[in-house]
């Protein structure tokens, strides 16, 4: 059996394989359940597990956790822990890597790109047909790129991330800064005939199209994959992405370029379970 798992920074979900065939999954808010803990229930109910499988959100290599800006870090190396201990072959990559392995499985292309919108702002690359992964496992770390100071801090100890304006996380921060109501949405901001509430509105569209068009002239993909909870929430900001793109990438990297958005269900549960020993 195999078992495949997404850690998320608000739920950890699982899906149990026996050969290509789902017979369980389920999943748990991480709130006060440690990681670790979490897992080995699993396999105190499930005893014929062989291979463990973690899409992760924090940066991994090579079995060992490097950082989790939402995740509480115990043991970080993980993939010893669980080896040593239990007769099993444990592979983790970070999330937005076993997205992008997903997706390029969906689409069948070695030249994708996804970019997931959601309480952050991921990306993971896949060019030549192989993972993007940089010395530290650092690379692709889009959220973090500079942009625009702002006069907060984001999880990373800087103040000029674009994932401060662009993303679920930094859109909370920017509401609190300004004192506007934490509940209103995207759509709601962008429909308010309120001046403050269009222009919080436009400064996050300006910046994922910078985003977008960063990603475009960096990395030149065949597809470039939208998904993550903001995207799926709001079907004009995906159109606005697809109608205004050029206006922020070089024009040749813009050549036979698809941008389509995800049609997974869980991209990265589904990416773990194409994990491999040496990714
Ligand atoms: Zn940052």
């Known amino acids: 059996m195999k078992l495949c798992i997404d850690a998320g920074g608000t739920y950890f979900r699982y899906a149990l394989f026996e050969g290509k065939q789902e017979i369980s999954s389920g999943s748990d808010k991480c709130n006060g359940i440690g990681f670790i803990p979490w897992i080995e229930k699993l396999l105190q109910r499930y005893k014929d597990v062989k291979t463990i499988a973690v ?41 937005l890597s076993c997205a992008v392995l997903a997706e390029a499985n969906y689409f069948q292309t070695g030249e994708i790109c996804a970019l997931y919108v959601g309480s952050g702002l991921g990306l993971g690359v896949i060019t030549n047909g192989s993972l993007l992964k940089g010395n530290n496992a650092l690379a692709g770390e889009l959220g973090h790129i500079p942009y625009k100071k702002v006069p907060f801090v984001c999880g990373c100890g ?122």
Not at 225 to 243: K, N, Q, R, Y
């Open 158 to 279: 800087k103040d000029n991330c674009i994932e401060l304006f662009a993303s679920g996380s930094g859109f909370i921060k920017f509401k609190r800064y300004l004192q506007i109501d934490e509940d209103l949405t995207l759509q709601e901001l962008r429909d308010s005939t309120l001046i403050e509430h269009t222009e919080l509105y436009k400064e996050f569209e300006e910046a994922l199209l910078h985003a977008v068009g960063v990603v475009i002239t960096l990395f030149n993909p065949e597809i470039l994959v939208l998904g993550g909870g903001i995207i799926a929430d709001d079907e004009t900001i995906f159109e606005t992405v697809t109608t205004r793109y050029k206006e922020f990438s070089m024009p040749q990297s813009t050549q036979g370029l698809r941008i389509v958005k995800t049609k997974l269900q869980n991209a990265v549960l589904q990416g773990a379970s194409l994990l491999k020993e040496d990714q």
């Open 55 to 95: 899409g992760y959100a924090g940066q991994v290599k090579k079995g060992i956790i490097l950082g989790a800006p939402n995740i509480e870090v115990t043991e970080p190396n993980i993939k010893n822990y669980f080896q040593s201990r239990y007769d099993v072959e444990f592979l983790i990559q970070n999330d």
